[in-house]
């Protein structure tokens, strides 16, 4: 709660609109006893609700949560993120969904949470903000958007678009490239690829309109 209060602070006196990133995990004992990760996700809940009120006493106009891609992670799953999204709190902001496109690549549940697109088609109460990475089935890689991660990975930017062509047409989406290269990586090769990740958007982009 006090990181969270120090980031809202934060970004009120750097003038942006809003905040919010990962809310928590629950432990591995936690996770298998049914009734205490119950108390602990209306725990989570009521301290978001606190935390929206105290962010528009600052100024915000939205906080924002991530979908994960480990069960453990409350809201990895599109009935959880829904849940949260649905928050309300007298006084409070709108808890905006932060969408990783590559989270449910990783997921093995068996539901259409496994589907990235099945996560933008979804009935959203506040336009989600959405993160760009390539991933398989096999973890949750963040590659960057090359040939080579292109045919191995499932995230294609025209199936995106054309499912963002759907959302209301008054509503701005944000599209951030996250591809997180190792540290060791040589530091022309990041280059190099981040400018092919945004071209190959740029040309679907371009495509799509």
Do not use: K
């Not at 602070?9 to 990133?21: N, Y």
């Not at 449910?104 to 589907?115: E, F, I, N, Y």
Request: glycine share 6%; with cysteine.
């Amino acid at each position: 709660m006090r990181w969270y209060e120090r980031a809202i602070v934060f970004t009120a006196q750097l003038g942006a609109r809003g905040t919010g990133g990962h809310v928590g995990a629950l432990s591995v004992r936690d996770a298998r006893d049914e009734a205490q990760a119950q108390t602990l996700v209306d725990e989570l809940r009521d301290r978001l609700r606190t935390l929206s009120r105290y962010a528009s006493s600052q100024g915000l106009e939205f906080l924002m949560f991530e979908n994960m891609a480990v069960p453990r992670e409350y809201g990895h799953s599109i009935e959880e993120a829904a849940a949260l999204a649905g928050i309300e709190a007298d006084g409070g902001l709108p808890i905006v969904l932060c969408l990783d496109l590559g989270h449910p690549c990783a997921l093995h549940t068996g539901t259409a949470s496994d589907d990235y697109l099945a996560w933008l088609r979804s009935p959203w109460p506040h336009t989600p903000v959405i993160h760009l990475q390539q991933s398989d089935r096999t973890g949750d890689h963040h590659w960057p958007f090359t040939p080579e991660y292109n045919r191995l990975g499932l995230v294609r930017a025209n199936d995106v678009l054309d499912v963002l062509r759907a959302w209301p047409q008054d509503a701005d989406v944000y599209l951030f490239l996250e591809a997180i290269h190792p540290f060791e990586a040589d530091d022309n090769l990041v280059l190099d690829e981040l400018r092919q990740s945004v071209a190959y958007w740029r040309e679907a982009m371009t495509q799509a309109r």
